[in-house]
């Protein structure tokens, strides 16, 4: 059993989960899809067609913001699901670079096979090569940040 002083900890491990793991993964995309020729503004707007489809292409900045946002809101569910994992499953703050090895590839594969086919994202080819450059960033990017924090912050 927790206390309510736990929940600040806990809070704060999601923030900053959160927070790490969405600018290093959004980083990372920009380094990653920019060596492939790929804007930061257009890669923002992909994001954005998980909500709006194609025409997200077509709202500016807007749309890259909106992009944006809900890059943060999947990276501040991804740390909010681990923490809350870590307070069922000891194991998760034992094995904390274990974890998070482990969490990014179930996040990559999380949004890839449920998440982005649910959206209104047009479907692209399978690219294996791409699926390996995507799991390295979510095991740097996303999996490790997550655990680090969620041991640094949310300990009991």
């Not at 900045?61 to 923490?83: E, Y």
């Not at 996040?107 to 995507?134: D, E, H, N, T, W």
């Not at 997550?146 to 949310?154: E, G, K, N, Q, V």
């Amino acid at each position: 059993m927790h206390s309510n002083s736990t929940q600040p900890r806990l809070l704060a491990a999601i923030f900053w989960g959160g927070f790490i793991c969405g600018v290093l993964d959004i980083t990372a995309a920009f380094v990653v899809y920019g060596f492939f020729g790929a804007r930061p503004v257009r890669l923002l707007q992909g994001i954005a067609a998980g909500l709006l489809g194609p025409k997200s292409f077509e709202g500016g900045l807007a749309t890259a913001a909106l992009g944006l946002v809900c890059h943060f809101i999947v990276a501040f569910s991804a740390a909010t699901a681990f923490v809350l994992a870590s307070r069922q499953l000891r194991f998760l703050l034992d094995h904390t670079l274990l974890s998070g090895v482990l969490h990014g590839p179930v996040v990559y594969f999380f949004m890839s096979r449920v998440v982005v086919p649910l959206s209104a994202v047009r479907p692209r080819p399978f690219s294996f090569k791409m699926m390996l450059i995507g799991l390295a960033i979510h095991v740097f990017c996303v999996g490790l940040p997550i655990s680090l924090a969620t041991r640094r912050w949310a300990h009991y």
